[in-house]
């Protein structure tokens, strides 16, 4: 039996509420993982050598700091992963949402 | 010419991209200065690395790769791509965040609403678009030098440059930050895939990067490490203190106001997380090859005789068909060619007098046939005047005429990224200045638009101007590194105290200012006042407390400390120190203007106005 439809009020955008920070304990962390990368980008001691050489013709000072390239690109990922700022953007789109512009 | 002609074509090509962007715009004035804030996020990830990619980090960096060898990729490549994604991370979200919810469209905007500021953002300002000046001046000079090297000489600099500045201007003038950020988009993909493709003809055209290397490592065994080819395999020429300076160099990309500001452009907060991620490995695909093939390519010696060529040194002296130069001196490169033993350098200096050698890339090649181990130490020497031309001259021996275009192309992709900084200075004159002093209001946004478009076109004619003089000056790495890079590096302290410490006031950032504006006036007065003429790689002290050497001067620039650190060290320090110590001694702002900045969990909206 087909149904009439029946009309509906429109209903405001429910308000999502604003996700939580980051722990301090994650960020923390992340810190750390951070600045222990720094740290190891003074590889002082292949300063002198170009050796171990990587598949024969990378020396040890490149392929060092390329490694450590990767890693920081493995090291944002986790980041985005676990300590995403979403409570800003959430900030920003409900400002948005109340004051939108003309 | 043909590689000329392919250049020529890309640079057609992203003028039409850039008017065709012209066609999609509101004509509101958000929407000229930060496409309504409504970039995707490939787009967005693209556009973002080609701002921030220049004609620095390709020709720049295997220049410098070919003086110091491989440690460059560590002195620039690997810390920015920890430190640049980490700022996006941080400092970028709430940029995006701010200029959302408050409307703002630059960093004084920002300033001035959370410190309550005035006239101390002119200020700012005046410091920012003063460093930025010359960052824009380094666009222009890569685009003549680009122009020029894939012609042969043919496009002279000046001309390349002129091209280039005209078509950036155009694009920006039109498109706006819609059309910049198209065109950077289709420039980043340009330069990785062809660049990629570029790297691996070349390393075939060089017989593999296997036997250069081993061949440049044997070479350390002998009395001088230091000055043999080896040593670029290592970091020996780079001083420790200078390695561990360059940390602080990457907090500058945060602070410099075409990258904060395409941080306001992003739709969603969600553009950034791919961007973070990727932006390391941009880095790796762009830098990692620049840097191994301005490297190896010590070994090339047609590659050593097409740099020296392209010289200005020698370039004065084709021009004048050899003989004595205004100052009645021989260049020593006649001298040796006079001299050889090998008739095919007496043959080619009698080819020069006469005239017959009209263009460099000419010279370069008569250059390249020659054997005589005087005239190839000589060629060496000026190749290193003319370092930033390596790559250059790579790809127009290695490659075939079309994909020489091509990468060239590519390489005018990376030059091109002063159409961003033109941008952000039109916007900050715009935003900062037109609109702080009550003129948009007056006159409309049609108005506030059009002013802005006027300062582009004076600010390209003037950066245009500028590049025609300094060129011979000094190396586009040099002139970056010291002013825009250093300078702005130690803006970074104000921007983080403005978004993360409640207790800081405007006079605090003033002060930092004030004493970063000191420091390069400082800086430029002594590049100007002294001069090092000991042996190369050595340095004099300028200032000295007691035993200690406070600053000294080396060949090309100022240095802090035997350490030999760069110049943001103390400027960095300083920064820090007044930021902190001037706030704590002066009035906050009011508690009404903190909780706009700092809300505390769950009413983030509650004093929300836009506008």
């Not at chain 2, 920015?80 to 960093?107: D, E, N, V």
């Not at chain 2, 001083?239 to 160099?249: D, F």
């Not at chain 2, 006469?354 to 250059?367: F, I, N, Q, S, T």
């Amino acid at each position: 039996v087909p149904t009439t439809p029946t009309p509906t009020t429109p209903t405001p955008d429910p308000v999502r509420p604003t996700r939580r920070r980051p722990g301090r304990s994650i960020v923390a962390l992340l810190t750390l993982a951070f600045a222990l990368l720094l740290a190891l980008r003074h590889d002082y001691w292949n300063w002198d050598t170009p050796r171990p050489l990587l598949f024969g013709f990378l020396p040890v000072g490149l392929w060092w700091q390329v490694l450590l390239t990767l890693l920081a690109s493995a090291l944002m990922a986790i980041m985005v992963r676990v300590a995403w700022p979403a409570h800003l953007e959430d900030q920003a789109l409900e400002a948005e949402r109340r004051h939108p512009d003309p | 010419l043909l590689p000329a002609l392919v250049v020529f074509a890309y640079l057609a090509l992203v003028l039409y991209v850039g008017i065709f962007a012209f066609r999609r715009s509101t004509g509101r004035a958000e929407d000229f200065f930060v496409a309504n804030r409504s970039l995707g996020t490939a787009v967005f990830l693209l556009s973002l690395f080609a701002t921030n990619m220049t004609s620095f980090s390709i020709l720049g960096s295997s220049g410098l790769s070919f003086r110091l060898g491989i440690g460059v990729f560590g002195l620039m490549a690997s810390t920015s791509a920890l430190i640049l994604p980490a700022a996006l991370f941080i400092i970028g979200t709430r940029l995006w965040a701010i200029g959302k919810k408050y409307g703002h469209m630059t960093q004084v905007q920002i300033f001035r609403d959370r410190w309550e500021m005035g006239h101390i953002g002119t200020v700012i300002f005046a410091l920012q678009a003063l460093m930025l000046i010359p960052y824009v001046i380094i666009g222009v000079m890569g685009g003549g030098e680009t122009l020029e090297g894939v012609s042969g000489g043919r496009v002279p600099y000046w001309l390349g440059g002129a091209v280039v500045a005209l078509v950036v201007m155009s694009y920006v003038f039109f498109g706006g930050m819609r059309g910049t950020a198209w065109v950077n988009a289709l420039q980043s993909c340009m330069f990785l895939v062809v660049g990629t493709i570029a790297f691996v003809i070349i390393a075939r055209g060089i017989g593999g990067f296997g036997p250069t290397v081993r061949a440049m490592e044997a070479t350390l065994a002998g009395p001088r490490p230091v000055q043999s080819d080896g040593a670029l395999l290592t970091r020996m020429r780079i001083p420790p203190g200078l390695y561990a300076s360059y940390l602080l160099i990457p907090l500058s990309s945060i602070m410099f106001p075409h990258i904060a500001i395409f941080c306001l452009t992003a739709r969603r907060m969600g553009s950034f997380r791919k961007t973070v991620i990727f932006y390391p490995l941009c880095i790796l695909i762009l830098w990692a090859p620049a840097v191994l093939l301005g490297t190896v390519a010590t070994r090339q010696p047609a590659v050593v005789a097409k740099m020296a060529a392209t010289s200005d040194t020698v370039q004065q002296w084709l021009d004048r068909k050899a003989g004595p130069g205004p100052k009645g001196d021989f260049l020593r490169l006649e001298t040796l060619l006079a001299d050889s033993a090998d008739p095919a350098a007496r043959a080619l200096l009698a080819d020069v007098r006469a005239g017959a050698v009209a263009y460099a890339h000419d010279l370069g090649e008569r250059m390249a046939t020659l054997d005589d181990p005087p005239l190839r130490a000589e060629m060496r020497q000026l190749a290193l005047t003319n370092q930033d031309s390596v790559m250059l001259a790579l790809l127009d021996h290695f490659s075939p005429p079309l994909l020489a275009g091509l990468l060239g192309a590519a390489i005018m992709a990376c030059v091109m990224a002063s159409d961003s900084q033109i941008l952000a200075l039109s916007t900050m004159w715009s935003q900062d200045v037109f609109t702080y002093y009550g003129h948009t209001e007056r006159l409309g946004e049609r108005a506030q638009i059009w002013s802005a478009r006027a300062f582009v076109v004076v600010l390209t004619i003037v950066a245009y101007l500028v590049a025609l003089a300094v060129h011979q000056y000094a190396t586009i790495f040099e002139i970056a590194v010291q002013y825009a890079f250093a300078g702005y590096a130690s803006l970074f302290p104000v921007m983080a105290a403005c978004l993360f410490w409640r207790r800081s006031t405007k006079w605090g950032a003033l002060a930092a200012t004030l004493w970063i504006i000191t420091c390069l006036a400082g800086n430029t007065w002594a590049q100007l006042a002294t001069t090092y003429a000991g042996p190369p790689g050595g340095a004099t002290p300028l200032l000295k407390l007691g035993d200690l050497t406070l600053f000294q001067r080396e060949g090309t620039r100022i240095t802090f400390t035997e350490w030999r650190m760069l110049l943001v060290v103390p400027m960095f320090a300083g920064s820090v120190l007044l930021m902190w110590a001037v706030s704590l001694a002066t009035r906050p702002p009011a508690a009404a203007t903190i909780a706009r900045y700092f809300p505390s969990r769950g009413d983030g909206q509650a004093t929300v106005t836009r506008g």
